[in-house]
C-alpha cells in the first residue's frame, strides 16, 4: 500500500510560479512510476507531468516548457514547479503513483487557482 500526500497549492497570479510536492509513505519499493494530474470543474481528470522509475518523464503539450516534474533521490517525494501560470491551470491538483499489479494510489489534491 502506498499513501500519498500533497502540498505546496495556493493562488498565484497570471505569469506567477508554484511548486507542489507529494510525499509518498507506504511500500515505496513497489512504485514504479508517479506522476500530477488535474481536474478543472466540469472537465475530466487529465495528466500534467509524469516520471518513471528510470527517471524519464513526459508532459502534456498544454504545459510543456513552463511545467518541469522532479524527484528526490529516494524517489519518495516528486515535485512539479509551475511556471508562467495561467488561468488554464486553475484546477485540483493530484499525485498519482503506479505500483505492481497495476495498481494505482492516488492523492487527496490540492487546489491550485490562477485568476483571469
Known amino acids: 500500500q502506498v499513501h500519498l500526500a500533497e502540498s505546496g497549492g495556493g493562488s498565484a497570479q497570471p505569469g506567477g510560479s508554484l511548486r507542489l510536492s507529494c510525499a509518498a509513505v507506504?511500500?515505496?519499493?513497489?512504485?514504479?512510476?508517479m506522476g500530477w494530474y488535474r481536474q478543472a470543474p466540469g472537465s475530466q481528470r487529465e495528466l500534467v507531468a509524469a516520471?518513471?522509475?528510470?527517471?524519464?518523464?513526459n508532459y502534456a503539450d498544454s504545459v510543456k516548457g513552463r511545467f518541469t516534474i522532479s524527484r528526490n533521490n529516494a524517489k519518495d517525494r516528486i515535485y512539479l514547479q509551475m511556471n508562467s501560470l495561467k488561468p488554464a491551470g486553475t484546477a485540483e491538483y493530484y499525485c498519482?503513483?503506479?505500483?505492481?499489479?497495476?495498481?494505482?494510489?492516488w492523492g487527496q489534491g490540492t487546489q491550485v487557482t490562477v485568476p483571469s
Open positions: 498519482q503513483a503506479r505500483g505492481f499489479g497495476r495498481r494505482i494510489y
Open positions: 516520471i518513471t522509475s528510470g527517471g524519464t518523464t
Open positions: 507506504g511500500n515505496i519499493q513497489s512504485i514504479t512510476g
